[in-house]
């Protein structure tokens, strides 16, 4: 599974540019599902992996819950 464009994080949440500054750089290496869990994993404070949607065969969004009110939500295909 490989991650569509991990660097293009928006901020629906109204968390400020700073804290999505620091993810995009920290995400950049990030292009698949055993990179994004590999992240998460090594992230201090640790992120786990909350919910994998499955919406079809081929594509599934990723949900992380960083930190309140933060979520990362990755499309996998």
């Known amino acids: 599974m490989t991650l569509g464009e991990p660097r293009a994080i928006r901020?629906?949440?109204?968390a400020g540019e700073a804290p999505l500054e620091r993810l995009r750089t920290s995400l950049a290496p990030v292009r698949n599902l055993g990179d994004l869990m590999q992240w998460a994993h090594s992230?201090?404070?640790?992120?786990?992996?909350?919910?994998?949607v499955?919406?079809?065969?081929y594509t599934h969004d990723?949900?992380?819950p960083i930190q309140p009110p933060l979520w990362l939500a990755f499309d996998v295909t």
């Open 54 to 57: 499955t919406q079809d065969e």
């Open 43 to 52: 992230a201090v404070p640790r992120v786990s992996i909350d919910e994998i």
């Open 62 to 64: 990723v949900l992380l």
């Open 11 to 14: 901020d629906l949440a109204g």
